[in-house]
């Protein structure tokens, strides 16, 4: 082996000028870096890859899926006979390399007893001197070449990782720098969030739906058919929202009548929307009266005393009912479902399940409006209606239908259909 005389050929030690050393070093120093960083990753990613998280689009599948694909029980039987045999063929080979290690140390013991004393008598002694000077000095060798080897890779580590450092410094300043890759990070994040919103809202829905089912149960309404008009309602709902195109739509509720429950919500939601806007809308209106003096204009052409206090209530009165008959009407006019309707995940349709036309909106709300009279008795009628209707929808031609895969969510389902098996045991004894 060639070795340097210089000094300074330590660990920090400045490498060759030559370009073949370095090209040897950075590549050695690359594999080792590269190997140790997939090792640790392979770690990391078998540790914190949980079973649970794996989904039907997923590319790993786990080990009873392949038995199912390649055979099933069988090639379950045929993997543990490899195995075993594996297992025993190693115990074998470990077995077997133990006895050679005795035969070989006991050969050598019974050699030495007989050589020892020869080899270590005066007779042997020019010949021994020798051999323990080139014994020392293969020693000696061999040990320059560890140490030889250890600055080598220590200094080969050096080198590629500053060299991966700086390639991945380069690399993260370009994808930054990227208008692209920006725009395509925003999405990712964009997506997710709206993944987990979708999950979340999903998951109030079921409930509001385990509620429409047990409400409807306790007064004794039996779950109703599914409309007539259900499977064109599909079909457009499908046209109107292709994600639903994958989903096995049909098996839900969706297309079938709304629950009192979720209709309930979304109907204070609708109002506490309304309030909302009529608070913004009234401290908007009194800032510009105090901004512009108009107070003194606006007192002249009232009366004053109990008369001003009845007309600014009528007026109060005239313009809540025309914020809420517009908003409603309008909603379900264009899009069918008011805001709170489209956060439970339901819509208004006619009787043939299309989208409601302007004066049909109308006489929905007008129907609302007589509904609301009896103390909202005609509300309330949808807990006894077959239908779901109320007194709204009657009068309007207008049913409330699921917009999206309805379900209940599965703890409640699970009970549902227990209690419905043990009353038909009930029944048959």
């Not at 660990?11 to 590549?27: F, K, T, V």
């Not at 450092?165 to 997710?192: K, R, Y």
Request: glycine share 8%; no cysteine; proline share 4%.
């Amino acid at each position: 082996m060639i070795t340097s005389s210089d000094p300074t050929a330590g660990i920090g030690a400045q490498p060759r000028p030559a370009q073949r050393p370095r090209l040897i070093q950075l590549l050695f120093g690359s594999v080792l870096v590269l190997t140790e960083e997939v090792a640790e990753r392979v770690v990391v990613d078998a540790e914190e890859v949980p079973y649970t998280t794996r989904t039907p689009e997923s590319v790993f599948r786990p080990a009873s899926e392949f038995d199912q694909l390649l055979g099933g029980e069988q090639f379950q039987k045929t993997r543990y006979l490899t195995i075993g045999i594996a297992g025993d063929a190693r115990k074998a080979a470990e077995r077997g390399l133990a006895v050679v290690d005795d035969i070989t140390d006991a050969t050598g013991r019974t050699f030495w007893r007989f050589a020892g004393p020869v080899w270590e008598s005066g007779l042997l002694g020019p010949v021994r001197r020798p051999v323990q000077r080139w014994r020392k000095r293969g020693e000696s060798q061999v040990e320059q070449w560890i140490a030889s080897g250890m600055q080598q890779e220590m200094q080969s580590r050096a080198i590629a990782s500053a060299s991966l450092n700086n390639l991945v410094q380069e690399s993260v300043t370009d994808l930054t720098n990227n208008q692209e890759i920006q725009v395509l990070v925003q999405e990712v994040i964009q997506s997710q969030s709206t993944s987990i919103i979708t999950q979340i809202l999903q998951e109030i829905r079921e409930r509001f739906i385990s509620m429409d089912i047990w409400v409807q149960g306790a007064f004794g309404t039996a779950q109703p058919d599914p409309p007539p008009f259900r499977n064109a309602y599909l079909r457009t709902l499908i046209l109107r929202r292709p994600q639903y195109e994958h989903i096995d739509i049909r098996n839900s509720l969706a297309g079938g009548y709304t629950g009192f429950v979720s209709r309930f919500v979304a109907t204070i939601i609708d109002i506490a929307i309304l309030l909302l806007v009529y608070a913004i809308g009234s401290a908007a209106i009194t800032g510009t009266i105090n901004l512009f003096g108009l107070s003194g204009i606006v007192s002249r052409f009232l009366a004053s005393g109990t008369l001003a206090s009845q007309i600014t209530l009528v007026f109060l009165g005239l313009a809540s009912l025309l914020l809420i008959s517009g908003y409603a009407i309008l909603s379900w006019y264009l899009t069918g479902s008011t805001i709170g309707d489209s956060i439970m995940g339901f819509e208004v349709v006619d009787l043939a399940g299309g989208r409601l036309s302007f004066w049909r909106s109308v006489r929905r709300m007008i129907g609302a409006v007589i509904a609301a009279i009896p103390l909202f008795l005609g509300f309330i009628w949808v807990l006894f209606s077959k239908n779901r209707q109320g007194w709204h929808d009657k009068i309007g031609g207008t049913y409330v239908v699921y917009s999206w895969p309805a379900r209940p969510e599965e703890e409640f389902l699970h009970e549902h259909v227990a209690e419905e098996l043990a009353e038909d045991a009930l029944d048959r004894h």
